[in-house]
């Protein structure tokens, strides 16, 4: 049996002890004493991810996974639809507003649907770790926080669609994981636990949601590395601040600032964690939603993570399409992923942006030096709450606008054969 086999069948055999012991009559459950209602399940540990090539590593990184919402009525066990939006009260709408834009979306869709054409792209590509920002709580919490407006939730019972991407780790320090409350972030954490998946970015006190998450590596010679994914947030992203965990208090990984002292604290936490071997991510939930503008102090602390903290990598989200990318002494600087996937089909404006489109990263960096040595992109379009390979036509678009933006940056993007696109940036 390979290593994949059996971290998914830990990972099955995990989730169906979930559920059992979480006991969900139905799909509209509203039960209160799902995951929650327990003691975070200790992570199971999971044997060392085999690395496919030697001497690198390849990493899949996206931005905003939004499975919570519309997206979680079309799974198999929708949450119930009450939302408490100023305008909308129902989460099935959402779905409407989608089909009314692109077609009938039948439900239920099963758990691989959303992923579509990047189930196949992933194959493809094959990278060794797969990190997501996973933009919903995942509860059946009815605790909803009042006065946020937008609340985002997927039931527990749904989790199968993050697994049936094979994702390893989730960045959470973002401005929805805390949308149904702290019972929610409990219970989304405790689901997390149990369906295998890491995450870093939230946690039970200040301690946890710092702590990075870690996937443990070994490449054909049997050495061992490690993958750190570290997660924080800026309050500009949306996160309210008395989110923030603390020392006994529950909560996100919220920077209070991008100063030099911030950045000071943030690398001697992660110098205290790396280890010579170890390659590390920065993922970081930052600025708004729409424009290009990169922030000279976003600039700023992406260059100082690389130069005082060795971050292999900078994993900027929050943007709702993607924005220019820097590589920084053989670093690279993503500084917005882009929405991957969200349920905001048929809602108009912003349409210059194109958050439609969607990009897989797929980021390859050297092993011991953590030095990129590619960087490729497959884009997607966001139809009918799926993922499709994007048109020749909006692949050239995201190619020059790319191109466009990263040019005060030092590079630009290129079409290369089957719908890819890659970085050039020497
Ligand atoms: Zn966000």
Redesign the pocket.
């Known amino acids: 049996m390979t290593i994949k086999r059996r971290r998914f069948l830990l990972r099955a055999s995990q989730l169906l002890g979930s559920l059992a012991s979480a006991c969900f009559a139905c799909g509209h459950a509203v039960e209160t004493g799902g995951a929650g209602a327990t003691a975070r399940a200790e992570p199971y540990p999971l044997p060392p991810k085999p690395l496919s090539r030697a001497g690198q590593i390849t990493l899949f990184v996206c931005g905003?996974v939004m499975t919570g919402r519309g997206i979680d009525q079309v799974l198999p066990y929708p949450s119930h639809p009450r939302i408490y939006e100023s305008y909308l009260k129902s989460a099935i709408d959402y779905v409407l507003i989608a089909e009314e834009a692109n077609g009938p979306i039948p439900r239920p869709q099963d758990f691989n649907s959303i992923w579509g054409d990047a189930l196949e792209a992933l194959s493809q590509s094959n990278p060794d770790v797969r990190l997501i920002n996973l933009?919903t709580s995942v509860t059946t919490s009815e605790d909803y926080w009042p006065g946020k407006g937008i609340n985002y939730r997927m039931h527990p019972r749904n989790i199968p669609c993050l697994t049936a991407a094979d994702i390893d780790a989730c960045a959470l320090a973002?401005?929805?994981v805390l949308d149904w409350g702290f019972s929610g972030l409990t219970e989304t954490l405790a689901t997390l636990d149990q369906a295998g998946l890491a995450y870093a970015g939230a946690g039970a006190d200040l301690a946890a949601a710092k702590a990075p998450a870690v996937i443990e590596l070994e490449n054909k010679t049997n050495h061992r590395h490690r993958l750190l994914l570290f997660s924080a947030g800026v309050s500009s992203?949306?996160i309210p601040t008395n989110w923030a965990a603390q020392k006994h208090k529950p909560g996100v990984h919220l920077l209070p600032d991008l100063k030099e002292h911030t950045l000071a604290r943030v690398s001697a936490q992660i110098e205290a964690v790396k280890q010579p071997g170890d390659i590390a991510v920065y993922s970081i939930?930052w600025g708004g939603?729409w424009g290009y503008t990169i922030a000279e102090a976003h600039q700023r602390f992406a260059r100082g993570l690389i130069d005082s903290a060795a971050i292999d990598l900078v994993h900027g989200?929050?943007s709702h399409h993607a924005k220019g990318i820097e590589v920084y002494r053989g670093k690279p600087i993503i500084y917005g992923c882009g929405d991957f996937l969200n349920d905001y089909e048929g809602i108009h404006g912003h349409e210059q942006f194109r958050g439609d489109l969607s990009l897989l990263y797929f980021v390859t960096l050297d092993l011991l030096s953590g030095q990129l040595i590619r960087f490729d992109m497959i884009p997607m379009q966001i139809r009918q709450f799926r993922l499709n390979r994007a048109s020749d036509k909006d692949t050239r678009w995201l190619a020059a606008t790319l191109t466009r933006e990263g040019q005060p940056l030092g590079t630009r993007v290129i079409e290369t054969q089957g719908h890819q696109l890659t970085l050039d940036w020497h």
């Open positions: 905003d933009e973002n401005n929805h992203s949306g939930h939603n989200h929050s």
